[in-house]
């Protein structure tokens, strides 16, 4: 949807976050936040202005001269106090969830609380950021690293885990000792303020955090800002590359997560019944807009006969909005991604893919405006098709068939993203063989989504990563701070200082 050129007061307006406060932006450009299930209007967000930016930068950059030295406890004791308001406020950060974006309330509960992990991880930091050290690494000279804070920081986030994706980014920032300036998705960005104003609530001071709203030319501005140090991008493979490439070469350290096209490998010996439900769940829970979806089943030798039962397993789900009781498959995020979604349905019908399960028309009694797709299923897909190349990001399921698993590998391989991938049997030497031979950053055993928890680092390659280090777990710490090597020597009275020397070596 195109931005509105003035703001309306008859909705409520979303507002910046700057120095510790929600100002109104002066912003002439505005744009609709719009319930997918039923287009009412439930907000209005403000395209920042420069001059908004750059005070949000400003402040952020005022603030991180002091809170670079404070003390782990005082950062560690905020995110505590966090954990805890967001455990408090669950229903309400997943009702506002679910009214602008769509997903189910339980998947939205999924959602915070999947936030909510890294939050508890960034309690834990104090024993996150800690340096090494090596004692007479020459004789009397000892050498140990400290993880110094970078400065500002700057997160850019999509619109389909408003919650979850916001908080892999700022609490691991700022308890780090960075400040932050955040610039969530201009199409659902109300939770995601929720979130914000409960973090000012735990008591991270003012200009610590801050938020603007808008697109293109606010994110132009990110990359190119002179005192922005960092930026955490998630978000389609188009805008990351050019949000790495941008923010590259104005000197930033940049990581960014973007597209997929996930496949799930269906061995012949796995366990149907638990295989047919994890595929279903997780290609067409929330409308398939996870960049963890599984999009591709490929489906070795006998296992190609189950097409009929996850057919029917599909058509079990129930299409409706997200606050439905029982509802499996929510709307899409806005009418554009209705009508992509089932162009590229009629582009695969085209292409000459079987349809085996048509979700174009699905009949959801009481939301008739709302942008439902349903589950559908393509058999007989190829790698040319344009269903295969592109990331659908809807409830749409490839199906593609293989004689052995090497060579369902081997489809995987050649494919560009590397963000996530399944295997699902029961035997240990192929699952042996699937871990050690796939190029994929994310890998399933039997477990369709691998999405790690915070002990660890969400790893996504190949096309579905730039940059090295992943947005959180350990490797966060490393892209929020900088290695400092500090090198040292001293002298006790009286002890004679010996000779110049004019060697490399530590004497
Ligand atoms: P998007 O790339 O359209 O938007 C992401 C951010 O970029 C938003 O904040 C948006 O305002 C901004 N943006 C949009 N167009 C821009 C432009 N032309 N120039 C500069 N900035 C721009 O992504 P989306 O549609 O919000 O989210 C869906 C995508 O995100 C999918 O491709 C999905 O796979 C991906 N994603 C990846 C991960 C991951 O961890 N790999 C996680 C979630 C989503």
Redesign the pocket.
Known sequence: MAANPVASTEVPTVKLLIGGKFVESRSQQWREIVNPATQQVLARVPFATPEEIDAAVASASEAFKTWRKSAIGVRARIFLKYQQLIRDNMKELAAILTAEQGKTLPDAEGDVFRGLEVVEHAANIGTLQLGEVANNVASGVDTYTVLQPLGVCAG??????PAM?PLWMFPMAIACGNTFVL?????DPMVTMRLVELALEAGIPPGVLNVVH???A???AICDHPDIKAIS????????T??YQRASLNGKRVQC????KNHAIVLPDANKEQTLNALAGASFGAAG????AVSVAVLVGDAQKWIPELVAKARTLKVSAGVDEGTDVGPLVSCAAHERVVGLIDRGVAEGARLELDGRQPTVPGYEDGNFVGPTIFSGVKPEMEIYHQ?I?GPVLCVMGAATLDEAIAIINANPNG?GTALFTQSGAAARKFQEDIDVGQVGINVPIPVPVPLFS?T?SRA??LGDLG?YGKQVVLFYTQTKTITERWFEDGVSAGGVNTTISLK
Do not use: D, L, W
Not at 233 to 240: A, P, Q
Not at 257 to 260: E, K, L, N, V
């Open positions: 850019i986030t999509p619109f389909n885990f994706i610039k969530p998705s201009e199409q808008g697109g293109e606010a994110v132009n991008f998630v978000g389609s493979t188009r805008v990351g050019h949000v997560m973007m597209g997929a807009q996870r960049c963890m990331e990001f963000n969400f996504g579905s990563k947005p």
